[in-house]
């Protein structure tokens, strides 16, 4: 004999499913994304240490070069770390994409990489004068706040096509919003501000506004 | 939070709370899954609306033939809205058999099925698409629920017949879905669509509120909901295959599902009083959701296109002689733009519905004996639903919005 089951009722709503529901489904949602910023802390943790390991490898590339009498401009050590600070800056570029910009750990790990950027600058300036090498060095200023630099990505994307094309350059990215001494000392030494950006600095000279990746050859070819 | 993480966030709470709510809504009702089994076996008319399908007109009728119900009790209606093949002389073969053959001149499947109304003798009728084939015990399993009179219609459990391509395998899990979705459905009296592979109906539903309308787009939609809005019932039954040919192409499929969710909306526009509390479940949540659902992928996939897209055609533009080198680029991140998701916070939240998607199929698989493997077109359907599910419906919005006429 089939149990007699009332069809219609089943139509009916019951408030306090949907209310147990709705609880349960906030405590699972909230559960994920606690364990989500929890990835996230230990990605950021372990990235620190890799730019910690990344602050020896650079101070040991300037002794190198201080203390070597054979072969001081060997460009190895400083190709070698540049592609490190590549790797870096994709990773946090992942960062920032998946916490936001404003997250106190990316903003930590974005000051501290650019530092670091500005060593390597530094040490390949000295390389380039004392040896006479030939490659070029460009800084590149943008913003990632959105409204405030309208062609920076693609600018950025341009920087990146021509050190694909040729590998005589160094290239440095800048946050214009990042604020730390050795920073702040850079933008004002190229006197750099907010509202010139995308801002290139190639080789000393300063350019502002966008620029094609043409233009971009010309004037690396020019110099 | 940009507005777009907002929609993002809220598509993954949606999902979550919707998720929970059915898979509660199935083991509560547990119990009523199995069939209520007939103990009298009331006379059902089967009508075979065909336009063209001479090549699966015959394995449609062999199906119904062999089916397992007292050969007496049991009144097949072939009608031929007009086939410009040999669709009609195939179909006459089986005359013989007892099938009643009729002959139209084309006016769309629902003036089809109407003629075979009227010639139908059954208290139960049912219709059936003519590319679509009935298992064996199909009918015996449905007939038991119209015992209780409150049942005006049961759906069947629909799946795909012998996918071979890609976006047939696809259909197999949206299919098993389904099936997950309509037992579901039925537990909460929410079921909205009888399916035009073999719904059985009360007939006398249609003596008393009119036969098919003519000129739906989905008539099987509007029987539905008319039903509802009657108040009575519409039950499903998880053991009674219906195999189905899915659109094996991307265009016959955007074809097909633009008519349907056109259909849909229209429908659904004419029945604005089932948008209310007063319809229970159905008009509380299931077809508030489904609007929901509909607006949140089709603002995420249209975000996520409308970047891509205007990236890669930034590139296009300027410079175009550089394009190669950016498009290399663009493919050596592509291994790190994944990797972004890997580190995205909303990473667990996407592992668990992607766990909740599995156990609908599991227990559709499960309950309703399905021997097919569902993994590759489990991964298929993750990988390419949110886009085919964006486009077929944005074309139906569109179409509705300007009002375009959509053909068969």
């Not at chain 1, 570029?93 to 600058?121: C, F, M, P």
């Not at chain 2, 899915?246 to 004419?270: E, M, S």
């Not at chain 2, 916070?345 to 021997?371: F, Q, R």
């Amino acid at each position: 004999m089939v149990e007699k089951l009332d069809r219609k009722k089943r139509k009916k709503v019951v408030l306090t499913k949907y209310i147990v529901v709705f609880l349960a489904s906030a405590f699972i949602f909230t559960l994920g994304i606690i364990l989500g910023q929890q990835i996230g802390h230990m990605k950021t943790a372990s990235l620190n240490k890799v730019m910690e390991d990344m602050k020896t490898d650079i101070a040991s590339a300037e002794l190198h070069y201080i203390l070597s009498t054979e072969n001081p401009c060997d460009l190895t050590g400083l190709n070698e770390l540049a592609s490190e600070l590549d790797k870096m800056s994709n990773q946090i570029w992942e960062l920032e994409k998946a916490y936001g910009k404003n997250n106190e750990d990316v903003l930590r790990l974005a000051n501290y990489y650019s530092t670091l950027q500005i060593r390597h600058w530094i040490l390949a300036k000295d390389i380039s004068n004392e040896c006479d090498e030939k490659y070029s060095l460009i800084l590149f200023f943008y913003s990632n706040i959105e409204g405030e630099c309208k062609r920076c990505e693609e600018q950025g994307d341009n920087i990146a096509v021509l050190r694909e094309k040729d590998e005589g350059m160094y290239t440095y990215a800048f946050n214009i919003n990042l604020n730390n001494l050795a920073f702040n000392t850079l933008k004002s030494r190229y006197n750099v501000s907010k509202t010139e950006i995308p801002v290139i600095i190639i080789n000393d000279k300063k350019y502002t506004g966008f620029k094609t990746i043409k233009k971009l050859q010309e004037i690396i070819y020019e110099e | 939070m940009a507005f777009i993480d907002f929609i993002l966030y809220f598509a993954i709470f949606f999902g979550l709370f919707t998720g929970i709510f059915f898979i509660l809504t199935f083991f509560e009702n547990k119990k009523y899954i199995a069939d209520p089994k007939a103990s009298k076996f009331p006379k059902v008319s089967i009508i075979v609306p065909a336009y063209n399908e001479e090549k699966t007109i015959k394995k449609t009728l062999n199906s119904l033939l062999n089916v397992n119900y007292p050969k007496d009790k049991l009144d097949i209606i072939f009608v031929d809205d007009g086939s410009k093949d040999n669709t009609l002389e195939k179909a006459k073969e089986y005359e013989k058999f007892g099938v009643r053959i009729f002959h139209k001149e084309n006016g769309g499947k629902a003036s089809a099925l109407n003629l075979g109304l009227e010639k139908a003798k059954g208290e139960l009728v049912a219709a059936l698409d003519a590319d679509s084939f009935v298992s064996k015990n199909s009918v015996m399993n449905m007939v038991g629920y119209f015992e209780d009179s409150e049942v005006m219609a049961v759906t069947p459990t629909l799946k795909i017949y012998n996918p071979k391509t890609l976006w047939q395998k696809i259909q197999v899990t949206e299919y098993l879905f389904g099936v997950f979705l309509r037992k579901v459905f039925s537990f909460m009296g929410s079921l909205h669509v009888t399916p035009g592979p073999l719904t059985i109906y009360r007939k006398s539903f249609f003596d008393k509120y009119g036969n098919y309308d003519e000129g739906n787009l989905t008539e099987d939609i509007e029987v539905a909901l008319r039903i509802q809005s009657k108040g009575y019932v519409i039950e499903n039954s998880m053991n009674a295959d219906v195999y189905t040919l899915g659109p094996p192409t991307f265009k016959k499929l955007i074809r097909q599902r633009r008519r349907w969710y056109r259909g849909f909306l229209d429908n659904v526009f004419a029945y604005p009083e089932l948008f209310n509390p007063k319809h229970g479940n159905l008009g509380l949540f299931i077809l508030p959701a489904a609007f929901i659902s509909v607006i949140v992928v089709f603002a995420l996939v249209s975000y996520w296109a409308y970047n891509f897209l205007s990236n890669v055609f930034l590139h296009l533009i300027t410079e175009p002689e550089f394009f190669l080198i950016k498009l290399n680029l663009f493919i050596t991140n592509i291994p790190s733009t994944l990797l972004t998701y890997t580190i995205k916070p909303l990473i667990p939240l996407s592992v668990i519905l992607t766990l909740i998607g599995l156990t609908y199929l599991l227990l559709a698989k499960v309950y309703s004996n399905e021997k097919q493997s569902i993994k590759i077109p489990y991964i298929s359907y993750l990988i390419f639903y949110g886009v085919l599910f964006a486009s077929w419906w944005s074309v139906a919005i569109f179409s509705k919005i300007f009002n375009m006429k959509i053909k068969w």
